[in-house]
């Protein structure tokens, strides 16, 4: 049986009386790439910002390998490899695309280090082989605003691969994209899986098809249900979630 | 060279050009307007300083005076201790000075006797000013106060300490300041000194921002968010780059004091702070020679109106002001820059940047 890299116990997150996860339990295998949906406020957005530190939970548990993280600071939560795309993808605009990448690049993350860190040409190949997977290597010298949405969202990509996580929590990263873009993007979360635990939140069921093995139902903050897609898809209760919708895999 | 310098051929010998032209200003123009580049040039290491926090950090500091009037005071005062210990004569026994005796002072404070020697105060005076900005640094950015709140609470630490100045007269001079203690005036040594100090600090910031260190300066400026989850403890660079700037502007305040022969509340006041910003904008911020172009311009054009137009040149300065804003949001050395970067991305075949200031605020 393989151990659990992530696990939620009674993870309870409420914001001004509003009840947004609600003795969430959910864990995540290592190695694993795992899908996560689930409507309109569902709680998904806020399962990564907690993961991440962005807000600590009301109540509940997160381990990390065993290690409750609940409430720590997000550069530490970074340090033991948690990391994470968000939902609008968020470059630095005024760097280069090789810029951005060497900000995600693992190491260097203390003020006095970094003063003294300098780019090796080890550090530049590095970049370069994950430009190239991201297909962006000969924009590399450009700023990053003159990219298209779609391309945002696999720089954001990229910038994460570089910073070597043991997982990856990627928001919606198909969301501007053409369907060609979506299919390269798919093949690209499963490149990248092999070696890592990978919670994507996607709401496009064409391509959580492409890319899932499982996936986790999230509905009013609970777990809803969990499955393969063939499950998930035939699932009464999450069909009647999706309001006015006959099945799943008629959502956008 | 171009590795102690990061300088490029060309831009080596411009920097050698402009250097020589303000070496050899002394020997062209009279001690007056000698003096008052010497000035302008303890502005220009202020707006770099500025440059550094707003610039590349993206901090809007209204407070960057706080330091440059506490480097001030530090040595107005120290030279004045010593002006007074060696011309008892003329303020009478006790040989302290005048302000204390007005305020009813029969002896100088012991805790600031230590100041009578000047190459103690002013390393001290420096340290000091490092120091307050630490303490104001880690009670803002760690609690992670951005933005206008930033501007806001720095404004209001500026106000304390120019009211602090102004009401501790038996210290400090009060309204008047600290004035009549010998100043190198017309010293085209202490003119070059100066002229080094501001060298050395431009070479500095450049060392800090083409740094790796710097990079990770500019994505704070453009997502401290991003960056926090990439693992940077934003603060700590912000605190560290504050506390770095803050010591520049206390150097650049004790030479102006130096030279200037005079300190007062306004050296430490918002309205310093605010000008500072101005003279960032108006050159281009994030570009470090944008800053000090923009200090030297703006001042030079200040000093020269105020001399042919008596009663309207702050109108004429402030009408510059909006001009160049509107027309180039992104200051006059950052539009140039931006151009050429342009032209040199078109020639190479890439995708040319976007015609507008990108600097934008960290969303929440």
């Known amino acids: ?252 | 060279m171009t590795g102690l310098t990061g300088l490029s051929r060309n831009q080596s010998i411009i920097a050698l050009v402009v250097i020589g032209g303000f070496f050899f200003f002394p020997l062209y123009a009279g001690p007056f307007r000698t003096d008052q580049l010497g000035l302008f040039l303890c502005y220009v290491i202020f707006a770099l300083s500025l440059d550094l926090i707003w610039g590349f950090t993206g901090i809007l500091s209204l407070g960057n005076a706080i330091y440059f009037g506490g480097g001030a005071y530090f040595i107005g005062l120290a030279l004045k201790l010593q002006y007074a210990a060696t011309h008892a004569t003329r303020y009478g026994e006790g040989a302290i000075p005048d302000f204390m005796t007005w305020n009813g002072l029969t002896e100088i404070p012991g805790w600031m006797r230590p100041l009578q020697n000047v190459w103690f105060a002013a390393p001290i005076g420096v340290l000091a000013m490092g120091f307050l900005a630490f303490v104001f640094g880690v009670i803002t950015f760690k609690r992670h106060i951005y933005g206008v709140y930033c501007a806001v609470i720095t404004l209001a630490e500026s106000v304390i300490f120019e009211e602090l100045i102004i009401e501790k007269q038996a210290y400090t001079g009060g309204f008047n300041g600290i004035t009549d203690y010998g100043s190198y005036s017309g010293s085209v040594h202490f003119y070059w000194v100066i002229l080094a100090v501001t060298v050395f600090f431009f070479w500095l910031s450049r060392k800090l921002t083409t740094t790796h260190f710097g990079m990770i300066l500019r994505s704070i400026r453009e997502n401290e968010l991003r960056s926090e989850f990439f693992g940077f403890e934003v603060a700590n660079y912000k605190i560290f780059v504050f506390a770095v700037a803050a010591m520049m502007s206390a150097v650049a305040g004790g030479l102006y004091a130096a030279l200037n022969g005079i300190v007062s509340h306004q050296d430490i006041g918002p309205i310093l702070s605010i000008e500072g910003v101005i003279w960032v904008a108006v050159g281009g911020r994030g570009t470090l020679i944008g800053s000090m172009v923009g200090a030297i311009l703006v001042k030079g054009a200040q000093s020269l109106l105020s001399e042919q137009f008596a009663w309207f040149w702050d109108l004429l300065v402030g009408f510059m002001f909006i001009l160049v804003i509107v027309l180039m949001p992104d200051g006059i050395v950052g539009t140039l820059l931006r151009r050429a970067r342009r032209r040199r991305a078109l020639a190479a075949g890439r995708l040319p940047a976007y015609d507008a200031t990108r600097i934008e605020e960290t969303p929440t």
């Open chain 1, 1 to 252: 049986m393989a151990t659990r890299i992530l696990e939620t116990r009674g993870l309870v997150n409420i914001v001004s009386g509003h009840t947004i996860i609600d003795h969430l339990d959910f864990d995540i295998e290592e190695g694993e790439l795992r899908v996560l949906v689930g409507p309109n406020g569902a709680g998904k957005t806020t399962l990564i910002d907690l993961i991440t530190g962005r807000f600590g939970p009301t109540a509940g548990q997160i381990l990390f390998r065993g290690q409750n993280i609940a409430g720590w600071p997000r550069h530490r939560i970074y340090g033991i490899g948690i990391s994470r795309k968000f939902q609008v993808p968020t470059v630095y605009d005024n760097l280069t695309i090789f810029e951005n990448m060497a900000i995600g690049l693992r190491g260097h993350r203390r003020a006095f280090s970094s003063l003294v860190f300098r780019i090796t040409s080890s550090h530049a190949a590095r970049i370069e082989r994950i430009l190239a997977q991201v297909n962006l290597l000969a924009r590399a010298a450009d700023e990053a605003h003159t990219l298209s949405h779609g391309e945002k969202q696999w720089l954001e990509i990229g910038m994460v691969v570089a910073s070597e996580p043991q997982l990856m929590l990627l928001d919606e990263p198909t969301t501007g994209m053409t369907r060609e873009e979506t299919n390269t993007t798919a093949k690209l979360i499963k490149e990248i899986a092999g070696t890592r635990a990978v919670m994507v939140v996607e709401h496009d069921m064409s391509f959580v098809r492409q890319i899932a093995n499982k996936i986790t139902v999230i509905h009013q903050g609970q777990k809803l249900a969990e499955g393969s897609v063939r499950e998930i898809e035939n699932n009464p209760k999450v069909a009647e979630v999706y309001l006015g919708r006959e099945k799943i895999s008629a959502a956008p």
